[in-house]
């Protein structure tokens, strides 16, 4: 279903799936914002300028966003996400929308709720408290510091869901010749961005001096950030194309990588709390064989590690891609 076309879908059901999709939508885009206005149509037909709004403001402001009649807006910023907690929200709802005779959606850290003439809408079950320990419960979205349990999810994820083996093999176990790196990359955030918390992008550039240095994927939950150094390393007959790397000289330039990347961030003081080599294979050996070479190559290069890859260094996560869909 096209973004623009949600709002007039929950429409014709009841104002509560409308509010709701809407709630929804907003808390999707994983920012710290109050979205006020008039009349629900505003959103439905001023969406993209919204949506626009709403992804370009820095993850470090809470903002305010008041929709005029004519799609016209004012901004105002709220302070800082990290430092506003439920007491500090209901103040600033209780201090700015007392009086305001609309609706303002509210979206901060799990917290959602709409707020509407001086109200929260209890309809939509939006006790604060609530709502947020059900996210924490339920695990919606995992900070920075879970990404192991993370990476455990995914792998199981591999191996039971058709959609990732049709995307990436041909047939009995064949990996298509279009698969590289960076599809398999963006297989993986894009499971990371469904699962984490914050910001999670591509190509993040570790050299202000060199652009073209740039870690696969890297996360920041607002408390604590992640690099991700994604590689590859196929067979030749469970590969199509014809690019065929060693394991473990893939997983040691992913450490060299990795070490050169941490330097770097902390010559401009750019903190990263772990850092990760995340290598895709199909091999002839158990998964126990491979983890103890592993191991080793690990032992043999952690003399050559500067202080500063021993700070972030978090491991190397293997898939094994032998196993995906393993009903077939």
Known sequence: MRNRDFIQQASKSSPFLSESKILS????????????????????????????LIERSKMSNFLWITINSDGSHIEKQLG??????????????EEKLKTYKGHSFIVNDGIEFLYSYGKINEELDSCLEKNKKMQEKLKILYPVSEL????????????YEREYYDECFSHDKV?????????LRNILMKYLKNCMRGEIS??????????????????????????????????????EGKTF???????EDGINQLNKYAIHLAKDSRLVDFGYV????????????????????IEALEGSFSSELHSIFAGVKTNDMKVWYSQC
Do not use: W
Request: hydrophobic fraction near 35%; include cysteine; proline fraction near 1%.
């Open 175 to 183: 990996i298509k010749k279009e698969v590289r790196e960076q599809e």
């Open 278 to 297: 995340y290598m895709f294979y199909i091999k002839d050996m158990t998964e126990s064989q491979v983890e103890k070479k592993i191991k080793d190559k």
């Open 202 to 239: 591509v190509e993040f550039c570790t050299d202000y001096l060199n652009d073209e240095e740039s870690v696969d994927i890297y996360l920041n939950d607002g408390n604590q950030r992640a690099i991700i150094e994604v590689k590859f390393s196929f067979e030749k007959k469970y590969y």
């Open 148 to 159: 192991n349990k993370v990476f455990e999810h995914f792998k199981i994820n591999c191996r």
């Open 245 to 251: 790397y060693n394991i473990f000289k893939r997983i």
């Open 80 to 93: 800082n996400p990290k430092d506003i907690n439920q007491a500090t929200i209901i103040n600033i709802v």
């Open 25 to 52: 939508q907003i808390a999707s885009m994983g920012k710290a914002v109050i979205i006020s206005m008039n009349d629900l149509l505003y959103f439905q037909k001023y969406y993209l300028n919204i949506k626009e």
